[in-house]
């Protein structure tokens, strides 16, 4: 049997933009790094403006630059480089049912996001994530921490149960809407060799030199529906999570992770059960 390995890495830079394909990533712990330390705020709201209110977001990339800063790029836009954040006062925005304190990008930022998206948004940036975001403490152990990711540090998915899932869409009433690429899901980490939906058993698991707590599967959202090459919506695949993978209150493809410790993953490494 094939031994099950990390056949893909992405990093997103800033929430809800574009993916960036890693060949190796170091492991923090609460994410990878240079994962999710930006996102974008409401600025009327002050709240976390994602895919799930303007799935144009997916035609914009954040590629890091030097410094843990960004360059900025989008359809009709001039590139906009950006670094972090050293100085100003924390602004205390929601995301979710929470509440993060963060630093301003500043306002070339702002007027470069604003004038994409037609209203006013504000980018931040998330100077300590040692601190500033606990994960719930309903699957944490004291003292752990995510970035500005969904909830939990990292996010698998597997090659095989997106073929399960594809077959499944193929078969419906809406297959003129499938394969769905892997992009739909927005892991960081894929792994091939497994068979269909074997991470649900997953308790811990170790990806080359990390060991990983897997604390709950992931609830899937209106993100997933998002086409990220076009920014536009259909039904698929919750349509279909909906009929065959509803688990508990939620639609269920892939499994959060926690690192319990860093190092690094590098694209081929080995994915062993731990005990």
Not at 53 to 60: G, K, M, W
Not at 150 to 157: E, F, M, S
Not at 163 to 186: K, T, Y
Request: proline content about 9%; some cysteine.
């Amino acid at each position: 049997m094939t031994t099950p390995r990390l056949s893909a890495l992405h990093v997103y830079p800033v929430k809800s933009l574009r993916a960036v394909g890693m060949q190796e990533a170091v492991v923090e712990p609460w994410g990878l790094a240079g994962d999710r330390r930006w996102m974008l705020v409401d600025a009327a709201a002050d709240s976390a403006l994602t895919q799930r209110e303007q799935p144009r977001l997916a035609l914009l990339a954040a590629l890091p630059v030097g410094g843990g800063g960004l360059r900025l790029t989008g359809p009709g836009l001039p590139p906009l480089d950006v670094l972090p954040p050293t100085e100003g006062p924390l602004r205390t925005v929601r995301l979710f049912a929470g509440k993060v304190d963060v630093l301003s990008a500043g306002e070339e930022a702002d007027a470069w996001f604003s004038g994409f998206l037609g209203m006013a948004a504000r980018l931040v940036h998330l100077d300590d994530p040692a601190v500033r975001r606990p994960i719930d403490p309903q699957y944490a152990l004291p003292g752990e921490t995510v970035s500005l990711a969904d909830g939990y540090p990292l996010l698998v998915t597997t090659a095989a149960s997106l073929d399960a899932l594809n077959a499944l869409i193929a078969a419906g009433d809406r297959a003129q809407e499938g394969p769905l690429p892997m992009n739909r899901f927005r892991p960081n980490a894929v792994i091939e060799g497994t068979a269909p939906w074997a991470e649900d058993d997953w308790r811990r698991v170790r990806i080359g030199e990390v060991t990983f707590r897997v604390p709950k599967a992931c609830s899937r959202c209106v993100v997933t529906t998002t086409d990220q090459d076009a920014g536009t919506r259909g039904k698929e695949p919750l349509r279909t999570l909906g009929r065959h993978r509803r688990i508990g209150s939620g639609l269920i493809f892939g499994q959060n992770l926690v690192p319990e410790h860093s190092g690094t993953l590098r694209v081929g490494d080995p994915l062993t059960m731990v005990k």
